[in-house]
């Protein structure tokens, strides 16, 4: 099987992901909470921006490439860290990792990966950033930490937004449990099997996480910390006050609170409040190059992705998670030009005006 026959849009590649996973698997990968309203609002946020092209600019060359916490990346998109990879295709998170060192982009390894941190990071040919759950087992923390510290990340990415997991319908109504074959490899015996994703995560995860822990965070390793799941304008300034060099504005993809404000819709906030004291990125229904600009033109640095990653990876593994990622790039660079922007720092708040046009 093989999407190299053009895919035009992650969409293209998506419809042929859907064909290669069970029913219950497929929901689990795509469904957002509730009746996913959040799900939709993320898209619909981008939407609402319509972009104002500046004309005769020379854009004779385009340069894509920004640096991310200081890492050299070809473009401003990134992989956003996603639980078992191995869910969508055998090959993995090594295979996501492989395609995103291919196209020179960064990518975040899950905590909750199915294979080991360090044989991810075999496979690097790219940046990587760790994504972190505080554990209830500080001690376990403590020593992903060093793990992912040895193995070469660059910078630690903990989550805010799940000290459980959100309330799932789809989960629910398919009772979704991981296949056994299927397993957290970075927490290796310290778990159960036959649970339900959500039960398997509370055994693990700590609800009673405070902002004193990314302080706790901060000073375990000589790594940068990125706050991951920041909505609110005071919450993005605590984090910078706890040592937090990076925010990602995330709902994480509309999973955890339905009626959660869209990640586009809360950016703005979040970029006053912190002005240049951190970098802030933002995810949630990023499916265009169209909508990297707008995430640009508003201000972030960089735009991660996530299902369409896990649908590349479905539908043709490495190769599939390849042409996801060029579509982003491909029409990023297109749009750019077309917009009158040779670089990403050319993309400034005249590009947008707030409304739709239908
Ligand atoms: C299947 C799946 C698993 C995820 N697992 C994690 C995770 O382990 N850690 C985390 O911080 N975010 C996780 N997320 C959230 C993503 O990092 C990201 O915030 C979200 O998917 C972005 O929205 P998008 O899917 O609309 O692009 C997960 C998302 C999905 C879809
Ligand atoms: O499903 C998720 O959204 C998620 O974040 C997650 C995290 C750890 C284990 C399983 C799922």
């Not at 190299?4 to 969409?11: I, M």
């Not at 993320?42 to 939407?47: D, E, G, I, T, W």
């Not at 700590?206 to 609110?232: I, N």
């Not at 749009?335 to 670089?343: Q, V």
Request: proline share 4%; hydrophobic share 45%.
């Amino acid at each position: 099987m093989s999407v190299a026959a053009n895919p035009a849009s992650v969409y293209d590649i998506a419809r042929l992901a859907r064909t290669m996973l069970p029913g219950h698997i497929w929901d689990y990968l795509n469904g957002g909470a509730g009746q996913e309203r959040t799900l939709g609002a993320n898209r619909a946020a981008f939407h609402r921006l319509s972009l104002v092209p500046a004309v005769l600019t020379d854009v004779s060359r385009r340069d894509l490439r920004t640096t991310l916490l200081g890492a050299e990346v070809a473009a401003p998109v990134a992989v956003a860290p996603m639980a078992y990879h191995r869910l969508a295709h055998v090959d993995a998170e090594p295979a996501t990792v492989r395609a995103a060192g291919a196209e020179g982009l960064l990518c975040v390894v899950s905590t909750f990966a199915s294979h080991t941190l360090e044989e991810i990071a075999a496979e690097a040919t790219g940046p990587l950033w760790f994504q972190l759950y505080c554990l209830r087992d500080r001690g376990l923390t403590k020593d992903l930490v060093d793990r992912a510290r040895a193995a070469g990340y660059r910078a630690l990415v903990l989550t805010a937004d799940a000290p459980m997991l959100g309330y799932r319908d789809r989960d629910i109504r398919t009772g979704f449990q991981l296949p056994a074959h299927v397993r957290p490899a970075n927490l290796a015996g310290t778990t159960g099997s036959g649970a339900t994703v959500a039960e398997l995560n509370s055994v693990l995860v700590d609800p009673s996480v405070t902002w004193r822990d990314v302080a706790w965070l901060r000073g375990l390793s000589d790594l940068p910390v990125v706050v991951k799941g920041v909505l609110r304008a005071a919450d993005a300034q605590r984090a910078v006050d706890h040592g937090a060099d990076g925010v990602l504005v995330s709902n994480h993809g509309g999973r955890q609170v339905d009626g959660a404000i869209a990640t586009m819709r809360a950016l703005p906030a979040v970029l006053d409040a912190v002005g240049d004291r951190c970098e802030v990125y933002v995810d949630g229904g990023v499916r265009r190059g169209t909508d990297v600009l707008r995430a640009l033109a508003s201000g972030a640095r960089a735009a991660f992705v996530g299902r369409p990653v896990l649908w590349g990876l479905a539908a043709d593994g490495e190769a599939g998670v390849r042409a996801v990622l060029r579509v982003y790039s491909e029409e990023l660079e297109l749009t750019m030009a077309a917009c009158g922007c040779p670089d990403v720092t050319s993309a400034g708040p005249e590009l947008l005006a707030a409304g739709v046009d239908d």
